[in-house]
């Protein structure tokens, strides 16, 4: 009996057990017909998208109709016949370049294609008659990612690629990878040549270094044009976050770009800021492969590495003049609002001594715009730099007493005076240039341990006695009202030297006339 | 009857069809329970399954499709990457640009790229449910210790399988999430370093070595990277798999009550006797099963409540399938998987951020290298598999939170380990932390004392204070793997959402700075 | 026997499952096809098949010009011009320019000067290429496009 109840127990177990597996199961069936039908879906919306709605094929089958239309003569109809619908590409392997451009810019060498829209259209200019398409590809000269297929991302403006597609206007940067500014100057290159003589122009290499030679103030440009735009700061670039863009603004206001720069505004014309983005742009470094570049370049490659030798003169012209004109006066420079001293001047070459103007150029003035050259330009050509200086013909009306000069060029001379008095005198009549604690405002900073280290106490007895001809620095040695007595400006000396903390030159040992008076 | 046995080779030859078919499937047409039952037990593929399955396993609720979920994904993920594998050249001056032309020119590369990627992403989040679903249901308890375990396997491969992956598309996103995953590797060197002793022990610099083949990421570790990736950690996966099926099998299947709730209504069968004894039940094919005489395998128990595995199980089985493939899918051709800049090892992005998975890591590791890559996920991974070891309760598994209790429990957990993972956040954050307060301090105290480690000992206090509440050690796993789990969304959150430029805290990504 | 043990009667197939089937079948298929699709690439990662030869007045009657890169050789004749292709029709060898004709070094073919095949185991004569003209007007040579022997592209 009980054996029956439990077995008809199992029985309804069962019965429910069944009835929820089929109705289950139905469920499952239409589940899986509805996943199935969704699946095809996917399947054909992934197939329509890979293979219809591509603009590439979209592009090729309006140019085939174009292709079509003009089809006129036994050449044109055989290039309809023959066009077929594919991706078409540019591969050279020792470039580097896979550019697939051609497959939406079809006519790109169809002399033909002058009245057609933009992907149709025939490349303008006589560029091609020198750049096959098949040996050159697209991006060597216009950037941007050659192997997509759609134009945003081919152009790669914000799409994580790191050389963007150049503005029409400045794809002349590229004439710079393999043709020299002379050759290109009336080929095509006009403003590539002409943003190149301006890079000379403007003195860019007083402060910057191209192959290693140049000034260190700012930085070396020798790939400026090839940066990522990772490597420059786009926070306050107002157009397109591009390198670019990046330079164009850089050159319209430099301080607005990189805050706190050193730069001064080049202040150009248009076409002048264009030209000089233009020649930084082609400033790339990429080691193009030997038989891509032009004897143009070869020979400026090899100049830019292996500069021939310049006299003095023409060392100071490129290097120095950008700040110091040709030296031989002081000048008030508006962008950095202080004095640029007369490294020609009458006066200073009378005084300085070469130990000076040797640590002034090579060790430069930390803090101030005059940056060090060891590096920047060879040993020799450091000291053709210092001779020509030195060299200056002083004219008898600016000569200084002959005894003044000798004690200038003594190192071992120490001038003791009463720093006090001294610095009473500093705050009122020297503060106002040089800085209360002579950190340099206007005037040359006293205290920088480059200057203290080479300047000798006679040198700056010199100085503020006579003055500098031909620059701000008056002469303070005299009787009439607003001058000082030779006491007074010993004071004055030593208070100078006590802002060196203790740096002064070095005695030469030989000289033997360590701890002189002075008269 | 002429010649009734003589068969020649014409005959045979004409046979052929039918004997290679009979050799191919060797049961009858799957029309009966019987035969189901022997399709399932005579296919290698399918004789992973029980040949009948309990009711109950096929509910949605007793899974929520997420095993089979991981499954279907690990199978997207092999054929997606094998097919990527023809067209992917693992070197540092090629694979940028192969893996550019699976996107652009490759037939079909593009899909196959983003199904990959998504499926791979999607298979961690899966894992992971998959691995809180086991919890909660207390399917980990006695006899599946083992199965857990492969489970915790299964999930460091997982994410070991999606870091090597990560680093294959060679751009700046891969390059230098790589660059900091290795370095978390290598983080035992801060505390060598905290005691001066790295010069004569270093394990941390071992195993970032080992782990890169170099110094800093580059073509040692992408080719490192590549053979693990496509070749010893899937063969390991699959191994794993294996067992972890099998396990399955072996420890009675899904967990469940013994005294199952059917349909019958509860407690409708006397408790802990199976609702048709044995010798009533119908003739099945239990081969040497029968013979076995302990509860492994478990499948005969109440056979009423069974079905058979064919076509009940497998349809559902090959339903979140091709549902799987379907999201997959949709989701790659709406979403492009990321591909930044070529790797360059002179630009560091900023911020540089690992895998989002390890995202939660990282934001440990903004306090100490040491603790937050080391040693805290080595605690919260070796907490995870001496859960089942530690709470040895006799409780009917396959009962979510094992009750109200549990879901009260887990609920208060759930409160407790958001509010201290957001607190260990927040208060860095607003105040700093040792180092803003004593600028001189010890490194030692440093990895000693910080937000994450503080947040372990919290959660570990509390998991504690439930236990001695409770008097349940079921409850207290339960406290501790929400706090987890908690913790780990959290700062995952953080570490993605709410981290910007030198992982400075920002509300959202539209306030970080323009580079 | 009790009437369990009887086999469970089970519905025949119905529409919904062979629905189903026949879904998962076709898309079983299209997969299928989709992954082959993959493996025939659209592109090579080698310079075009269809390149720039030069302009036709750089080939005057009677050039004749090895172009090794490409492996192709070029004849210029009063009737045209016309590309032969240098590589092997026996198993893809690159044959050499010899005194009246070509060699291949692999296996011993030798070909006449028009790329006929004087013996060895080659089963064909050497590939005459298609020269075609652009729209700029330079000669286009196409390395998958096969001509007749004895095709002479006149412009």
Known sequence: MAQSEKSSHAQRVRDQVQLEARSRDHRLQVGLVLTGVLLLAVFLWTGLKENVYTDWRRYQLEYRDILEKKAKTKLGRKLHQDFDIRIRQVVIPELGVVDRCVSCHNGITDPRMTDVKSPHKVHPGPYLNQHEVGKFGCTICHRGQGRALVFSEAKAVGHHWPHPMLP????????????????????????????????????????????????????????????????VSMKNVRGDKTLARWI?????????????????????????????????????????????LSPGKYLELHRLRNPPEMTGKQLVARYCGTCHDTGSYGRYDAFYQRFIPAIRGPSFVQLVTPEYLDAAIRRGRPGTPMAAWAGGLKDNELVKIRSYLLGRKVEPGVRLPPKIVAQAKDPGLVIHGDVAQGAAIFARQCASCHGPRGEGRLGPALANRVFQGSATDGFLYATIAYGRADTAMPAFLGTHQGSYRPSQIQALVAFVRSLGGGVRPRAKVASGSANRRTP | MGQ??????????KRLPWTFWGSLVRHGKPDTDRARSQTVFSNLFLHLHPTRTHIRSLRFSATMALGVFTLSLFVIIVVTGVLLMFYYKPSVETAYNSVKDIHYVVPLGRIMRNVHRWAAHLMVVAVLLHMARVFYSAAYKQPRELNWLLGIGLLVTTLALSFTGYLLPWDQLAYWAVTIGANIAGSARELTDAFGITQSVDPGGFTREVMLGSRGVGGEALIRFYALHVMVLPIFMALLLGVHFWRVRKDGGLARPDADVTHAGKGAAPKGSPAVKPEQAPTKTYGLMCVVRDRKPATNLDPADTVPSWPYLMRAEVLIFVASLVVCMVLGLLFDAPLKEAANAAIPENPAKAPWYFLGLQELVSYSAFMGGMVIPGVALLGL??????????????????????????????????????????????????RNWVPDINQIWIILVNPGTLLTLAYMAWSLAVLRTTRSTRMAAIAIFTCFLAGFFVLTYVGSELRGPNWDFYWSKSAWPTH | MSERLKPDPVPRRSFLSIAGLGTLALAGVGALAGMVRLLKPYVYPEPMARFRLGRPDEF????VKVVPERSIYVISEPEGVAVISLVCTHLGCIVAPADKG???????????????????PAPRALLWLEVSQAADGSLMVDANREVKPNTWYRG
């Open chain 2, 4 to 13: 009734p046995e003589q068969t020649t080779f014409w005959q045979n030859l």
């Open chain 1, 248 to 292: 164009y603004e850089h050159f319209q206001d430099p301080q607005r770009i990189v805050p706190g720069s050193l730069m001064p505004p080049p202040r150009l014309a248009a076409g002048q800021l264009e030209a000089l983005t233009i020649y930084t742009l082609s400033l790339q470094r990429r080691d193009l492969p030997s038989k891509y």
């Open chain 2, 385 to 434: 598999a001496l859960i089942p070891y530690l709470d040895r309760e006799k409780e009917p598994a396959g009962v979510y939170f094992s009750g109200a209790r549990g879901k009260r429990i887990a609920g208060y957990s759930l409160v407790f380990g958001v509010v201290m993972a957001t607190l260990a956040v927040a208060i860095p954050v607003s105040y700093g932390w040792l």
């Open chain 3, 60 to 63: 005057p009657p009677g050039t």
């Open chain 3, 102 to 120: 070509f060699d291949c070094p692999c296996h011993g073919s030798r070909f006449d000067p028009k790329g006929r095949v004087l013996r060895g």
């Open chain 1, 168 to 231: 029409g206007g400045l794809t002349q940067s590229s004439c710079g990878l393999c043709h020299s500014p002379a050759e290109v100057r009336s080929a095509g290159g006009e403003k590539y040549a002409r943003g190149h003589r301006l890079f000379g122009e403007l003195g860019c290499v007083s402060c910057h270094k191209l192959y290693g030679r140049g000034g260190s103030l700012g930085p070396e440009l020798t790939r400026e044009g090839w940066k990522a735009p990772q490597e």
